[in-house]
């Protein structure tokens, strides 16, 4: 597969200027201004492939929006350099390159001038453009007066009827009505469709784990993860909870330590996404390292928005571990799993039964998915089963 | 249409006032409208391009900032404004010389194109210097305007340069040649020569016209022309050097 967007080594300073003089007068009369650098991007390398969905997270000010301008072209890198391929249309932030005295179809003419059509494609397109954006009684007024909703509406639908090869999106479709959402996120699938090559700056998580085919998170500038949006939306959550709530990933005093976890379907290690309704077991090996009295193993479950959704431990259920020496196997056995689509995160933790004495937690270190059966709404699973008799 | 009448309302007040004025000075320059319009148009073309030029940048931040495009069309766009209206004015400008049977000499009329072409480099090359530093210095558009002023007053625009010429080159005055060829290293100057030279030919025009001939001029804009080539090779390295940061400037 070849690259569609290649980055290589790049790093953003921005210098912050304590006063930056913004005048001639100034400059002469404060002499040498002092400015430190902030580095906004670091050392931040990888490859977009052709027709990849590529989704960017990461937290305010984590250098997202620098990242995409400077694949823009916008904002020219310190260091290293970005190679593109094809025609780059850019939603970045609200806005989409408007300007403010210019009329809607004025700007649409512009924008697509921009991105390389010549007047006479853009005429074929216009009607398009304003039928999409849903805004035809607004193109004669000076974009000035549009809401900002109205702006990234126009500013979507220039950036998709322009046939671009590459299409950069800034977390713009928080802005729009949900109805627009909606259409818009199918004009993105659309546009994955046909092979178009997309990155996505967003803050919904969810949506970047469901469309995107890969992601990457950045924090202060330099990529953290890289890899699977699964796999680097956790990584993303983990960093919040990290930040926000001061939850250690593992923590724990470790006279007992939990080797590892894992789930299994039947005696099988679980392969692929559950049914809704399907039984799993979540096997837990502890070592002691030096003998504990009584511990108490324990999980809980959250969804994919980090919601807690169900914990047990082994003393609700009256198991007794007794005095552990050594290697313990632990099994929950969890009957039909009432929930429906969507990937769930395991935490497990050993503990004492007071819950004084923390030994070993594992936050949300492992993961099962349940997949949504295909053509229903249900929000959970209930068992159910249907008879009928003669009266 | 009203556009039009719009970029004629400049000059049209321009010849009112300086025609007031040449009258209550005594200056005596026979066929005095033909010889103010034909430096004064040219001028219009520089100063206007270089006062909208400078803030051509900053006016389209909204632009710069989220859509990646060659920036140096901003101020390229801002003289090809300018020009338009030159071309506008400079018609009816010439439509006006024929209908007052004034005419034009094919003896001098060639030195308008090198004249032309001299203005257009220094005006692109002076409004890329000034919308990039523009960006940094946001009040370098009031220095603008001061320096349009002096810059003006320092070319032979509305008084003309042979008497001036006559004047300080005079015996009596002792610096008077060192005035001169300070005067000369402003290429406004030359570029109003060629355009005074080229159009304006009344009976007395020598004592008026700069102390050239049109083969003299000729040779003095094609050095102006290749010093400006390498000044516009300069500030187009500044524009392009200085856009890379506009987007985070702004
Ligand atoms: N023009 C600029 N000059 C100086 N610093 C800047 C400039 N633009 C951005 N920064 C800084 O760079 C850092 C990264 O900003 P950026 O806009 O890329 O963050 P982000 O990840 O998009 O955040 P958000 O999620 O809030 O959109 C911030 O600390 C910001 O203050
Ligand atoms: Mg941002």
């Known amino acids: 597969m070849s690259i569609a967007i290649e980055i290589a080594d790049v790093s953003k300073r921005f210098r912050m200027y304590r006063e930056k003089p913004s005048s001639l007068k100034q400059r002469i009369l404060s002499g040498r201004v002092r400015a430190e650098d902030f580095w906004a991007l670091r050392d931040v390398s990888f490859d977009v492939a052709e027709g990849e969905f590529f989704a960017l997270i990461g937290q305010n000010g984590s250098g997202k929006s620098t990242l995409l301008k400077v694949i823009a072209g916008i904002l020219r890198p310190s260091e290293g350099v970005v190679r593109q391929r094809g025609r780059i249309a850019g939603l970045l932030e609200l806005g989409a390159g408007f300007h403010p005295e210019l009329t809607g179809r004025e700007n649409v003419y512009l924008n697509a001038a921009f991105l390389g059509l010549s007047h006479r494609k853009t005429d074929a397109v216009y009607d398009d453009i304003v039928e999409f954006a849903e805004l035809r009684e607004f193109m004669d007024t000076q974009v000035k007066f549009f809401s900002s909703g109205m702006l990234v509406r126009l500013g979507f639908a220039c950036a998709v009827h322009v046939d671009p090869e590459v299409i950069l999106i800034d977390e713009v479709l928080a802005v729009g009505d949900e109805a627009f959402q909606a259409r818009c996120l199918d004009r993105v699938r659309t546009f994955q469709k046909e092979g178009r090559t997309i990155v996505l700056v967003t803050h919904a998580l969810d949506m970047a784990r469901q469309l995107c085919d890969r992601a990457a998170m950045l924090d202060h500038g330099v990529i953290h993860a890289i890899g699977g949006p699964d796999q680097v939306v956790r990584e993303m959550r983990r960093t919040i909870s990290k930040h926000d709530l001061e939850f250690a990933r593992e923590e724990g005093s470790r006279e007992i330590e939990i080797l590892g976890g894992s789930l299994h379907r039947g005696a099988d290690p679980l392969a692929g996404a559950l049914a809704p309704g399907e039984c799993v077991t979540l096997q837990v090996d502890l070592k002691a390292n030096e003998p504990v009295d009584d511990p108490v193993v324990s999980f809980a479950l959250h969804d994919g928005a980090n919601n807690f959704v169900f914990g047990s431990d082994t003393a609700q259920h009256g198991l007794a571990l007794g005095r552990v020496d050594g290697k313990r196997r632990v099994r929950f056995q969890l009957g039909p799993v009432p929930f429906t689509g969507g990937q769930y995160w395991v935490t497990v933790g050993v503990h004492s039964r007071d819950n004084q004495r923390v030994y070993h937690v594992q936050d949300q270190r492992y993961s099962f998915e349940v997949r949504q059966t295909e053509g229903r709404r249900d929000q959970t699973y209930v068992p159910v089963t249907a008879e009928v008799e003669d009266l | ?250």
């Not at chain 2, 007040?13 to 034909?38: C, H």
């Not at chain 2, 100063?47 to 389209?60: F, K």
């Not at chain 2, 001036?164 to 002792?174: K, S």
Request: proline letters at 4%; charged letters at 10%.
């Open chain 2, 1 to 250: 249409m009203l556009g039009a009448v719009w970029s004629l309302l400049n000059p049209v007040v321009f010849l009112a006032v300086f025609t007031f004025v040449a009258k209550v000075l005594g200056a005596s320059v026979d066929d005095y409208p033909v010889f103010l319009l034909s430096g004064l148009l040219a001028w219009n073309l520089f100063a206007v391009s270089l006062s909208t030029g400078a803030q051509s940048v900053v006016a389209n931040a909204n632009l710069v900032k989220k859509v990646y495009f060659p920036r140096e069309i901003l101020p390229l766009a801002t003289v090809g404004v300018a020009l338009v209206d030159f071309v506008l004015q400079s018609m009816v400008y010439f439509a006006f010389l024929v209908v007052i049977r004034y005419g034009f000499v094919l003896g001098s009329i060639w030195l308008y194109p090198l004249a032309f072409v001299a203005l257009l480099l220094l005006t692109v090359a002076v409004t890329f210097w000034v919308s990039s530093m523009n960006v940094r210095y946001r009040d370098l558009q009031h220095l603008i305007g001061l320096a349009l002023l002096v810059w003006f007053w320092l070319t032979p625009i509305v008084y003309a340069a042979g008497k001036t010429h006559a004047q300080i080159v005079a015996p009596g005055h002792r610096w008077g040649w060192l005035f001169w060829r300070i005067y000369l290293l402003n290429p406004t100057a030359w570029i109003v020569f060629g355009f005074q030279r080229a159009l304006y030919h009344s009976p007395d025009a020598n004592k008026a016209l700069a102390p050239f001939t049109a083969q003299q001029l000729g040779v003095g804009l094609c050095v102006v022309i290749v010093i400006l080539l390498f000044l516009l090779y300069a500030t187009w390295r500044i524009f392009f050097g200085l856009s890379g940061d506009f987007a985070e400037e702004l």
